[in-house]
Nanobody, 125 residues
Framework: QVHLVESGGGSVQAGGSLRLSCTAS????????MAWFRQAPGKERAFVAG???????TYADSVKGRFTISRDNNKSTVYLQMNSLKPEDTAVYYC???????????????????WGQGTQVTVSS
């Protein structure tokens, strides 16, 4: 079973940056597709960004141009670089993964088989 652990959350002012990390306990991480979801207060869990096992990426429209997802297979880690943060980005961010999924498939939560515990991101104005 793949265990996912998120880190890097915190509190920042609007316009600031954070980098989230998610490390997987899986030595075959290169075949593992990863995504970030978030759940804001009073809202449904929503897709943020995904990266497939071959490196293709997909972003929610709300974060395009501000967030960048990347992966380091040698470290079994996926990153979410978040720039120009807005108060509406405030949410608990969850790392999720599944085997051999395309970037497009990452947008659907039911395709993800493993989930992390979440990390809080708070953006103040």
């Amino acid at each position: 079973q793949v265990h996912l652990v998120e880190s890097g959350g915190g509190s920042v002012q609007a316009g600031g940056s954070l980098r989230l990390s998610c490390t997987a306990s899986e030595r075959t991480f290169s075949s593992y597709s990863m995504a970030w979801f978030r759940q804001a207060p009073g809202k449904e869990r929503a897709f943020v960004a995904g990266i497939s096992w071959v490196g293709g990426t997909t972003y929610a429209d709300s974060v395009k141009g501000r967030f960048t997802i990347s992966r380091d297979n040698n470290k079994s880690t996926v990153y979410l670089q978040m720039n120009s943060l807005k108060p509406e980005d405030t949410a608990v961010y969850y790392c999720a993964g599944g085997w051999g999924l395309s970037a497009a498939a990452m947008t659907l939560s039911q395709k993800l088989t493993n989930w992390g515990q979440g990390t809080q991101v708070t953006v103040s104005s």
